[in-house]
Protein backbone atom coordinates (compact mmCIF):
# COMPACT_ATOMS: atom_id res chain seq x y z
CA UNK A 1 0.00 0.00 0.00
CA UNK A 2 1.25 3.67 -1.03
CA UNK A 3 2.05 6.41 1.88
CA UNK A 4 2.41 9.65 1.22
CA UNK A 5 3.56 11.92 3.64
CA UNK A 6 3.89 16.08 2.70
CA UNK A 7 5.67 18.29 4.64
CA UNK A 8 7.33 22.16 4.25
CA UNK A 9 4.15 23.84 4.53
CA UNK A 10 3.42 26.82 6.00
CA UNK A 11 3.03 30.81 6.40
CA UNK A 12 5.22 32.57 4.26
CA UNK A 13 4.70 36.49 3.17
CA UNK A 14 4.12 37.53 -0.51
CA UNK A 15 6.66 37.12 -2.92
CA UNK A 16 8.41 34.88 -0.45
CA UNK A 17 9.25 31.12 -1.03
CA UNK A 18 8.68 27.60 0.24
CA UNK A 19 9.60 24.23 -0.83
CA UNK A 20 7.03 21.46 -0.52
CA UNK A 21 7.98 17.32 0.42
CA UNK A 22 6.42 14.44 -0.49
CA UNK A 23 7.70 11.49 0.59
CA UNK A 24 6.58 7.80 -0.72
CA UNK A 25 6.53 4.53 0.90
CA UNK A 26 5.21 1.27 0.29
CA UNK A 27 5.87 1.12 -2.99
CA UNK A 28 9.02 1.43 -5.89
CA UNK A 29 8.77 5.36 -6.49
CA UNK A 30 10.31 5.58 -9.65
CA UNK A 31 7.41 3.41 -11.19
CA UNK A 32 4.64 6.35 -10.54
CA UNK A 33 3.79 9.62 -11.86
CA UNK A 34 3.79 12.03 -9.49
CA UNK A 35 1.32 15.14 -8.84
CA UNK A 36 0.51 18.07 -7.08
CA UNK A 37 -2.91 19.48 -6.59
CA UNK A 38 -4.14 22.37 -4.17
CA UNK A 39 -7.93 23.31 -3.03
CA UNK A 40 -8.41 26.34 -1.24
CA UNK A 41 -11.26 26.58 1.09
CA UNK A 42 -14.71 26.91 -1.05
CA UNK A 43 -12.91 26.06 -4.03
CA UNK A 44 -12.24 23.38 -6.21
CA UNK A 45 -9.52 20.95 -6.17
CA UNK A 46 -7.54 22.32 -8.58
CA UNK A 47 -4.25 20.95 -10.89
CA UNK A 48 -0.78 22.50 -9.76
CA UNK A 49 2.08 20.44 -11.89
CA UNK A 50 2.75 16.81 -12.20
CA UNK A 51 6.02 14.60 -13.01
CA UNK A 52 6.21 11.71 -15.32
CA UNK A 53 8.36 8.94 -13.93
CA UNK A 54 11.18 9.54 -15.75
CA UNK A 55 11.92 12.32 -14.25
CA UNK A 56 12.08 14.93 -17.15
CA UNK A 57 8.60 15.54 -18.17
CA UNK A 58 6.42 18.38 -16.39
CA UNK A 59 3.31 20.02 -16.93
CA UNK A 60 1.79 23.31 -14.89
CA UNK A 61 -1.25 24.48 -14.06
CA UNK A 62 -1.63 28.20 -16.21
CA UNK A 63 -1.65 29.89 -12.49
CA UNK A 64 1.80 28.67 -11.48
CA UNK A 65 3.93 28.86 -14.85
CA UNK A 66 7.00 29.84 -14.18
CA UNK A 67 6.89 30.13 -10.52
CA UNK A 68 6.94 26.57 -9.46
CA UNK A 69 9.28 23.81 -9.50
CA UNK A 70 8.20 20.27 -9.46
CA UNK A 71 10.99 17.35 -9.38
CA UNK A 72 11.58 14.26 -7.76
CA UNK A 73 14.37 12.41 -6.33
CA UNK A 74 14.13 8.92 -6.61
CA UNK A 75 16.69 8.00 -4.35
CA UNK A 76 15.08 9.30 -1.41
CA UNK A 77 11.36 8.27 -2.89
CA UNK A 78 10.57 12.28 -2.53
CA UNK A 79 8.61 14.41 -4.64
CA UNK A 80 9.68 18.51 -4.52
CA UNK A 81 7.64 21.57 -5.48
CA UNK A 82 9.71 24.65 -5.16
CA UNK A 83 7.29 27.56 -4.95
CA UNK A 84 8.74 31.32 -5.38
CA UNK A 85 6.99 34.34 -5.88
CA UNK A 86 4.12 33.41 -3.60
CA UNK A 87 0.91 35.17 -4.04
CA UNK A 88 -2.29 35.42 -1.50
CA UNK A 89 -4.14 33.20 -4.35
CA UNK A 90 -1.60 30.50 -3.79
CA UNK A 91 -3.10 29.95 -0.36
CA UNK A 92 -4.62 26.44 -0.16
CA UNK A 93 -4.03 22.83 0.92
CA UNK A 94 -2.13 21.52 -1.32
CA UNK A 95 -1.57 17.52 -1.59
CA UNK A 96 0.48 15.42 -3.41
CA UNK A 97 -0.57 12.19 -5.61
CA UNK A 98 0.41 9.32 -7.17
CA UNK A 99 -0.99 7.23 -9.96
CA UNK A 100 0.66 4.65 -12.45
CA UNK A 101 0.84 5.22 -16.08
CA UNK A 102 -2.85 5.45 -17.91
CA UNK A 103 -4.57 6.94 -20.59
CA UNK A 104 -5.87 9.74 -18.16
CA UNK A 105 -4.48 12.76 -18.58
CA UNK A 106 -1.91 13.57 -16.00
CA UNK A 107 -3.65 17.02 -15.29
CA UNK A 108 -6.85 14.99 -13.92
CA UNK A 109 -7.13 14.00 -10.50
CA UNK A 110 -8.98 10.84 -11.78
CA UNK A 111 -5.17 9.84 -12.93
CA UNK A 112 -4.25 9.57 -9.36
CA UNK A 113 -4.98 6.35 -7.07
CA UNK A 114 -2.67 7.20 -4.07
CA UNK A 115 -3.31 10.61 -1.94
CA UNK A 116 -1.22 12.39 0.79
CA UNK A 117 -3.01 13.72 3.52
CA UNK A 118 -2.34 17.63 2.45
CA UNK A 119 0.06 20.29 3.90
CA UNK A 120 -1.46 23.95 4.51
CA UNK A 121 0.35 27.24 2.27
CA UNK A 122 -0.81 30.32 3.53
CA UNK A 123 0.37 33.26 1.92
CA UNK A 124 0.09 37.31 3.28
CA UNK A 125 0.03 40.31 1.61
Known amino acids: QVRLVESGGGLVQAGGSLRLSCALS????????MGWFRQAPGKEREFVAA????????KYGDSVKGRFTIFRDDTMNTLYLQMNSLKPEDTAVYYC??????????????????WGQGTQVTVSS
Open 26 to 33: GRTFRFYS
Open 51 to 58: IWGNGRDT
Open 97 to 114: AAGLISTIPIISARAYTD
